[in-house]
């Protein structure tokens, strides 16, 4: 049972929690020899999931003895690796399982034993949003990635960090990965027909017959142990009281466990039986892959964990690279060895940082020109695939920005700043010096440039200078540092 529970929950945590729901208890020695039937830990499931006898065995040297300190007198038992093993004789005892099945199991326990550091397992699945955690791993250097919920689900590098002391050596976010990823694994699930309801009640009958099997035999145990307790007790002399006594006692502790043994063994004697299924529900089953992006995005149907183990019935790993600023090369690797590749947009914080940002902003200028507006523009760019730095969508926005900031107007008025006949507004000062209109009110605000309001006053809520030589001369004189001040009067 405890293999067979093993392979189904694949977790020996999971197998203990199911053996203490059906109460069950496990055999155990102790110092002198004798057995004794004990609550089930977790040391003691794996140490039976990893005894080489249950798959019959005889293996001598898998473990060696180790010696420390400085006079060498302190040991230690280390296990060493199955191709270290001195003798490993196959079919010496009768097999609880095959060693195929064994050399699995040492597999999955393995893999479960989470060492993300040193990239050697993937660990068991864990309620993080991250999805891919413990399977994705850098397209740069190899190692796996690890996760980060700081500032959102990341997938970081740090491997070179944390064994040389570099810099992180990527680091990238998690969910347009994960949403990509799991699209693909519907694609490829899809045309996949499943009868999962009678796969399930099919599992859940043999675990139900597995409990009940255990529960007869550990009846027939207690009911021999209480015989073999009054057959002891009867030919004792009355007058050794000790041994009476004594004997008394493990007669009635014999009788009290089979009392309570035979007063909950009904519970599980019930073995589920399929219940026959309305046609349409029984359809909604067998298209379980078809069906399965619908119910993927309700936690109270399937969680976390298990998104990821479904996730990794398929995908034996996944490689990400940031091949540029904005996208995400991907690679994902499906149980079997073929591979697929895919490109994923990421946001970025500034229009600058996308890869097409020239092309795109070429073509916003070209259709400005031609008289498009600006949402006309923006949904035509989005068919053809551009994208705004934080979205997957060309924003209205977006396209208003970038046309203001080459000088594109849609307002007549607009393309012809406001002239005063004898002055120079802080825009035409800024054009003329090669400057920016920022970099002037700057030096307005904190003094550098003194202005008085009733000679250099707000008309029409411009700051004007007067058109002369000296004024341009003054100004590229505080550009290039030959003053420090400038008076207007």
Not at 58 to 79: A, C, D, E, L
Not at 132 to 140: D, M, N, P, S
Not at 456 to 479: M, N, S, V
Request: hydrophobic letters at 35%; glycine letters at 6%.
């Amino acid at each position: 049972m405890i293999f067979d529970t093993f392979l189904r929950v694949k977790s020996a945590n999971k197998t203990l929690r199911y053996l203490n729901e059906n109460s069950l208890l496990l055999p155990r020695y102790d110092r002198f020899r004798e057995l004794h039937w004990k609550k089930p830990t977790v040391s003691a499931i794996i140490t039976t999931l990893k005894n080489p006898a249950y798959a019959g065995a005889f293996v001598y040297g898998h473990s060696r003895v180790i010696r420390n300190g400085p006079s060498r007198t302190q040991t230690s038992i280390k296990k060493v690796p199955q191709q270290e093993w001195k003798i490993l004789i196959h079919d010496k005892y009768p097999a609880y399982v095959n060693w195929d099945t064994f050399e699995k199991i040492q597999a999955m326990l393995k893999d479960n034993y989470a060492e993300y550091d040193r990239n050697q397992t993937r660990g068991i699945p864990r309620p993080g949003e991250a999805l891919l955690h413990g399977i994705v791993y850098c397209g740069e250097c190899g190692r796996k990635m690890v996760v980060q919920y700081k500032s959102g689900t990341q997938y970081l590098c740090n491997g070179l960090r944390q064994q040389y002391g570099s810099p992180l050596c990527q680091r990238i976010p998690g969910n347009p990965v994960d949403n990509e990823v799991v699209e693909k694994n519907f694609q490829a699930l899809s045309p996949i027909e499943l009868d999962a309801y009678t796969k399930a009640i099919s599992l859940q009958t043999e675990a139900d017959a597995s409990v009940q099997k255990a529960h007869s035999q550990q009846l027939d145990r207690l009911r021999y142990q209480t015989k073999l307790a009054e057959r002891q007790f009867n030919p004792v002399d009355p007058d050794n009281r000790l041994a009476a006594s004594e004997l008394e006692n493990r007669w009635e502790n014999t009788l009290r466990e089979l009392k309570k043994a035979e007063e909950s063994f009904p519970q599980y004697s019930q073995i589920v039986s399929i219940i026959p299924l309305p046609e349409d529900l029984k359809l909604t089953f067998i298209n379980i892959g078809k069906n399965l992006p619908q119910l993927w995005n309700q936690n109270q149907v399937i969680s976390q964990q298990q998104k990821k183990s479904f996730l990794r019935c398929l995908i034996d790993k996944v490689v990400i690279h940031r091949s540029q600023y904005d996208n995400v090369q991907t690679r994902i690797v499906w149980k079997g060895g073929e591979t697929t590749t895919i490109q994923i947009p990421v946001a970025v914080g500034s229009l600058s940082q996308l890869s097409f940002a020239k092309e795109m902003e070429e073509q916003i200028i070209e259709l400005s020109q031609a008289g498009k507006g600006d949402k006309e523009i923006a949904e035509h760019l989005t068919m053809k695939g551009f994208r705004s730095p934080m979205g997957q969508d060309v924003l209205s926005n977006t396209v208003k920005s970038i046309r203001l900031k080459r000088r594109v107007f849609q307002i007549h008025a607009q393309s012809h700043p406001r002239c005063i006949p004898g002055f120079l507004t802080i825009s035409q000062i800024a054009q003329i010096t090669n400057v920016t209109p920022h970099w002037v009110y700057d030096r307005i605000n904190n003094g550098q440039i003194e202005v008085t309001m009733t000679h250099l006053a707000h008309r029409k809520g411009l700051y004007l200078f007067p058109d002369t030589e000296k004024t341009i001369h003054l100004f590229q004189g505080l550009k290039n540092g030959n003053f420090q001040n400038l008076r207007f009067s």
